[in-house]
């Protein structure tokens, strides 16, 4: 009999292929999610409760004491994607509701996948650590002024409400996480290997809601969207390693930026489209969910043995 160990570690290697699994059954059977589209926001904070319970406030240190890094990283993140966001989103012509989908995926912070694609592709876990702390903490100032700045001359975008809604999916729940390790460290022990099966199945859910409660669309359009999720996230791969080589770092610095850059938070991008806009504003954040695991996977496949050819 296998023990929990093997599969919660087996769970853990599939992520990319449950995820994909859960897109497939939502756009074929969509009601056997809709039960969760009211509770994406809740279902995002279990997953960043979870981040935050697997951290300490020694963690932050990371961040000040190699500023430079994390500095060069968060500043790729947060111009990068949504850099290449508004260009795809004005070479395609999307609909507006899709247009905010990938603008909001390309304004978010990178996403917790990232850290792990970073292990596996052998790349600096610290600075990829630091990364994905130091966006999620900027991000209920800088994700809005970037939507703002982008899209707000088309698109009318409630700032303050949209600052509140960060604080409270991401924020809020990360240090509640950092506050239970802090003072029950021993009992936290005892219970985080069960956090990941936690956060996978939010996850799962998520994508699966969020997919369920747009399935015509994605069948009408479902081509032409997944076209420019692929884009977006392997353009934000390739340029974040580019630009990070021709600063000087060395590859295992590259390697956390690229990954980090290309992996976004998009669960929140999904989260804050239904909450400010439309349903299907937030099928890009699902698409990109389901996608970015499986790119994450063959990247950090590919990193792990040799050097990319461009650079």
Not at 104 to 128: E, M, Q, R, W
Not at 197 to 209: E, F, K, Y
Not at 217 to 231: H, L, N, Q, R
Request: positive net charge.
């Amino acid at each position: 009999m296998l023990s929990f160990a093997q599969i919660n570690s087996w769970i853990q290697k599939c992520m990319p292929l449950l995820v994909l699994l859960a897109a497939i059954v939502a756009l074929f059977c969509p009601w056997l999610f809709l039960w969760t589209v009211p509770k994406i926001s809740v279902l995002l904070g279990v997953v960043m409760f979870g981040m935050g319970m697997m951290l300490t406030l020694d963690d932050f240190k990371t961040i000040l004491k190699r500023p430079k890094d994390v500095l060069i990283g968060v500043a790729a993140q947060f111009t990068i994607m949504p850099l290449i966001a508004w260009c795809i989103v004005s070479v395609f012509g999307l609909p507006q509701e899709l247009a905010i989908g990938v603008l909001l995926v390309g304004c978010c912070p990178g996403g917790t996948a990232s850290n792990v694609i970073t292990y596996l592709a052998k790349g600096d876990i610290a600075l990829s650590v630091s990364m994905t702390m130091a966006t999620t903490l900027l991000s209920p100032l800088v994700t809005p002024c970037l939507m703002f700045l982008i899209a707000g001359e088309k698109i009318d975008i409630a700032f303050f409400s949209m600052v509140l809604s960060i604080f409270k999916i991401i924020i809020l729940p990360i240090f509640l996480g950092i506050a239970v390790n802090t003072f029950f460290a021993s009992t936290v022990k005892k219970y985080i290997h069960f956090l990941p099966l936690i956060s996978i199945t939010a996850i799962v859910m998520i994508v699966g809601g969020i997919v369920g409660a747009n399935a015509q669309t994605i069948m009408e359009m479902g081509a032409t969207i997944a076209f420019v999720t692929i884009i977006h996230n392997v353009l934000g791969l390739i340029i974040g390693y580019i630009i990070a080589r021709k600063l000087g770092l060395d590859i295992s610095k590259t390697k956390a930026i690229s990954i980090e850059v290309g992996m976004q938070n998009s669960g929140l991008a999904a989260s804050l489209a239904m909450t400010h806009f439309t349903s299907l504003a937030a099928i890009p954040g699902a698409l990109f969910s389901v996608w970015h695991n499986i790119s994450g996977t063959l990247f950090a496949s590919y990193f792990s043995r040799k050097w990319p050819v461009f650079s």
